[in-house]
């Protein structure tokens, strides 16, 4: 595909905005260090200004006044702690403080149909608060006002001082068999990207087995029996030896989680992350319910004084990483599923398609929802390809 690059430009704020240092909690600096990317497809609605570039970007212009710790720029602060500086200066010298926390592309297709592609630092934002700010972007396109403002003040989760963490937070412990491969393979692996779609009527049937099946007494949600189905597939397709343990990590919002909850329209990371540990036998040879038991019993503990717990013993850790694969044994499922990724409407449609562009790393995960609204699940995975081809056909065995 030849690709021919028309424009490229800088967007600021529309107006001035607070200059200041944003300080930031142990849920951003601990955050990955690097952008979200997300693309949109659309297609076109055979009007003259479709995706018309000037629009987009007045709009983004509006956009980043609200939302201005987007266009601000990573610095240093005097304690050597990691801040946003909005302070709307940019130099391509100075290191972090050059790099954008924000970029955009737009792509226009022969076809007519166009490509929308974000880039969103993730020490800046999560998931809900980047579709915040890309749906609100969407809406003053189409000439809305801005309906829910960012609440940008990330001191509501800073750590208790002295931090006093009180769990035994596993999710944060390294895994003693990271770097340890299961075998030696004679070639070289490939880790390919493929995208699963599990209808409203394959997720029931799955619901129904687990509430069918002896000893099960809880009613497990949509989210639980599908990732519990995944561990369950990825397991089989991995060869794992039935005494080896396995890890699932899940991301989990916290928004609603604290007493009280956040207020709306807080702009920030608070993604946490819960552990489900088994042996690999457990998950391969039980019914699929007792994956999703492991998984419903790991969530029900992120509760108010657990995230708290997690803030501190995270604050006494910023700078060690856990060193956690998902290359061999483990998995880490991100659900997408109640974001509104499909409501970016810049005035020519709700994209056809939303979600991450490729996953590049083996064992990772996303659950995606329905752009028609239609009860249906996608899954997109990364696996070795001689385990996807397996991974595919045991996933639709239901």
């Not at 909850?261 to 608070?270: D, E």
Request: glycine share 6%; with cysteine.
């Amino acid at each position: 595909m030849k690709v021919v690059v028309r424009e490229s430009t800088m967007v600021r704020p529309a107006e001035g905005t607070p200059a200041i240092k944003l300080w930031n909690s142990c849920l951003d600096l601990t955050a990955p260090n690097f952008h979200t990317r997300v693309v949109y497809f659309y297609r076109s609605n055979g009007a003259a200004n479709f995706f018309d570039t000037k629009v987009m970007k007045d709009a983004l212009s509006r956009a980043l006044v609200a939302f201005y710790p987007m266009a601000g720029r990573f610095k240093r602060g005097e304690d050597g702690r990691i801040e946003v500086n909005c302070q709307g200066q940019v130099d391509y010298s100075l290191g972090i403080d050059s790099c954008p926390l924000l970029v955009v592309q737009v792509t226009y297709f022969k076809c007519g149909g166009v490509s929308l592609g974000v880039g969103l630092h993730h020490r800046v934002v999560d998931g809900s608060s980047a579709m915040h700010f890309i749906n609100t972007w969407s809406d003053i396109a189409r000439g809305l006002d801005i309906t829910l403002p960012p609440f940008i003040d990330r001191t509501l989760l800073r750590a208790r001082d002295p931090p006093r963490p009180t769990f035994d937070h596993i999710e944060f412990h390294s895994d003693p068999v990271a770097n340890a491969p299961l075998h030696v393979s004679s070639h070289e692996t490939k880790t390919v990207c493929s995208v699963f779609r599990l209808t409203c009527d394959q997720l029931d049937m799955l619901k129904t087995k687990s509430k069918e099946a002896d000893g099960n007494t809880i009613s497990y949600s949509s989210f639980e029996i599908l990732s519990g189905h995944v561990w369950k597939c990825v397991c089989k397709a991995r060869g794992l030896p039935n005494s080896l343990d396995t890890r699932l990590n899940i991301a989990v919002d916290g928004r609603a989680r604290f007493q009280p909850p956040l207020p709306p329209g807080y702009f920030g990371n608070v993604v946490f992350t819960t552990t489900a540990i088994a042996t690999a036998g457990e998950i391969q040879l039980q019914p699929t319910w007792h994956a999703s038991s492991k998984i419903h019993d790991a969530l029900v503990t992120m509760n108010n004084d657990y995230l708290r717990s997690a803030m501190d013993y995270l604050e006494q850790h910023l700078d060690q990483k856990p060193m956690v694969s998902y290359k061999h044994a483990n998995l880490r499922i991100i659900s997408w599923a109640r974001l509104p990724i499909h409501d970016a409407d810049f005035g020519w449609g709700r994209p056809v398609y939303t979600g991450p562009p490729w996953i590049p790393l083996e064992g990772i995960c996303f659950v995606l929802p329905s752009p028609i609204n239609d009860g249906s699940l996608s899954i997109m995975i990364g696996l070795e390809a001689e385990q996807m081809k397996l991974f595919s056909s045991l996933l639709y065995e239901i």
